[in-house]
């Protein structure tokens, strides 16, 4: 997933847009107080790059939902856009079939000629899309072909078991729109972005809120609300308030603030596993931090149950983690070295490291998010007891952004993120491989990066597990991230609102497809 790629957090990650005008008046697109057919959701910043050859990030990819559509849904492989999809004998061809009389929210019809443009946008360099290790293999990309207007042709350069997974997480953008665009991530055009989706754009002011109108010739019927809007928020003790008042109607709220949301707001709680990943990353460009021996002294030094209990105030939603994979993940293992917290061994590395009371190390984290400020303050608490001082910074989700994205930045020791990344182990590789866009620990392994190519491409199933076992006990010995907790979700929703079941939750982005809810 793009996710799958919060990745996130996140997992959880690029430029915010910048406010951009469009129909209706301000005031109604922002309280949508005067369409009683509406939803208003609370999100916790601004959205960045609206396209998704480029987002990541949660916000971004909970309104890209509703404002794009994918060939396939990402977590059952169901088709959306397509029809369906034949796979030849020898597993080098991938046909899909579309969908007759697809439109974009122009107009226009979207036809394969948009898939194979979209396609060959990310494999295209120059357009530094993050995704497009999922389009190569070995050096060699995918081949993409419209054999007519609702048919794409997919021809590997080899047998690569990932990509079914890469299909399931693919969103087509408009050619019209694109074409002869040489930046597409940096384009205007994303200000105002024509999708497939459920909902089109209205009009967004920064900070404030993002308003869609429902699309009345989506794919799969027209979407039973009229308008969407999502409320922008940072304050999340506002966001709750405004959730109780009814002047939000759903939000995804912290695990810790359940008790006290459910009894003051006339709302119905939604948990499930997310499949998502808390975890520190430690930042090698900072010199202390190139030694293993202090990162490993670090994660002794810490006790999971303890950093649970801190950001979520019990065990009931967030489990231990021990792989950087989830447990979801095909041919996850948690045979793996966890660090179980033994502060005499922290000590002895730490002794071992080179590490100096003159070394300033410190801890990013999100300003608006009460459960990383708590895991934050916890290990600084922590380390202080083998002697390690850190300094915390807590920091706007958009700064944060910019800073952990630089992959030369030493401006960040420690980062506290989270990311869900899909069924397939093949998309975390943008997260540790050299050099990709997300590897926040600026790890670099060249043996490691060997096998992430080879495990795409390995059609042997027991080989094909024998690679990911290998890499996630490298990547645990080598102490690149340490693995905090497999997370659950909690939405609050309106009790007013119906459908959630067929709109199906699903990790990060709340709902699979808005179109389902209505008001009874």
Known sequence: MKKSILFVFTLTLMLVLAACGGSGSSSDSASGSKDNNSIIIGVPGDPEVVNPLYSSDRVTLTIQQALYAPLFWEYDGKPALADKLDVSADNLTYTVTLKDGLKWHDGKPLTADDVVFSVNSIIDEKQNSPFRGSWVFNNKPVKAVAENATTVKFTLPEVAPAFENTLNTFYPIPKHIFEGVADIGKSDKNNEPVGSGPYKFVNYKSGEYYSLEKFDDYFDGKPKLDKVTYRITKDQNAANLALQNGEINLKSIQPAERNKVEKASDVNIITYPENRLSYIAFNQNVAALKSKDLRQAISLTLDRKDLIDAAYGSQE??????????????FFTDKVETYNQDITKAKELLA????????????????????????????????????????????????????????????????????????????YKTLYMTGEPYNYSNYSNPALDKLWNEGAVTADEPKRQAIYEQIQTTIADDAVVYPISYDNAVLAIDKKYQGTKEATPQPVTMFRDLSKLYIK
């Open 317 to 330: 939603y967030a489990k231990p983690a021990s792989s950087f994979l989830t447990e979801n993940t095909k």
């Open 352 to 427: 071992k490291s080179g590490y100096k009371s003159s070394d300033k190390l410190n801890i990013i984290y999100l300003n608006n998010s009460k459960a990383q400020e708590s895991i934050a303050l916890y290990v600084q608490e922590q380390l202080k007891s083998i002697g390690v001082s850190i300094e915390l910074k807590p920091t706007d989700p958009t700064a944060m952004n910019n800073i952990t994205l630089d992959r030369k930045s030493d401006a960040y020791s420690l980062m506290l993120g989270g990311y869900i990344m899909g069924n397939d182990p093949d998309p």
